[in-house]
């Protein structure tokens, strides 16, 4: 059974920074590349940062380009997103997502397995 448990979110005043981390279990037999989605409040899931399974190849979004870092260690099987100088418009729920394959994906529908979100809040 794959599982994916998000961590790391919380309040922080805009400006701010968080790191958010995703420990995944049960990802055996094939490789996986990783990626980040968030969902504000009425809105829909959007992609936030993507990486391949090595972690040489990343991709973001851009809203997040130049802000939002995204690493892996596999050795640990975590994932993580480094959000530095928040913003009120980051305030959502952050997914962390699985998907078969070594390339990065950044459309919702190509990925396996997701977890259950942490909200991250960023006040002004």
């Known amino acids: 059974q794959v599982t994916l448990v998000e961590s790391g979110g919380g309040l922080v005043q805009a400006g701010g920074s968080l790191r958010l981390s995703c420990a995944a279990s049960?990802?055996?037999?094939?490789?996986?590349?990783m990626g980040w989605f968030r969902q504000a409040p009425e809105k829909e899931r959007v992609f936030v940062a993507a990486?391949?399974?090595?972690?040489?190849?990343?991709d973001y979004a851009d809203s997040v380009k130049g802000r939002f870092s995204i690493s892996r260690d596999n050795a640990k099987s975590t994932v993580y997103l480094q959000m530095n100088n928040l913003k009120p418009e980051d305030t959502a729920v952050y997914y962390c997502?699985?998907?078969?394959?070594?390339?990065?994906?950044?459309?919702?529908?190509?990925?396996?397995?997701w977890g259950q979100g942490t909200q991250v809040t960023v006040s002004a």
């Open positions: 997502a699985a998907a078969r394959g070594l390339a990065v994906y950044t459309t919702s529908g190509r990925y396996n397995y």
């Open positions: 049960g990802l055996t037999g094939s490789r996986y590349a």
């Open positions: 990486i391949g399974w090595s972690g040489g190849r990343t």
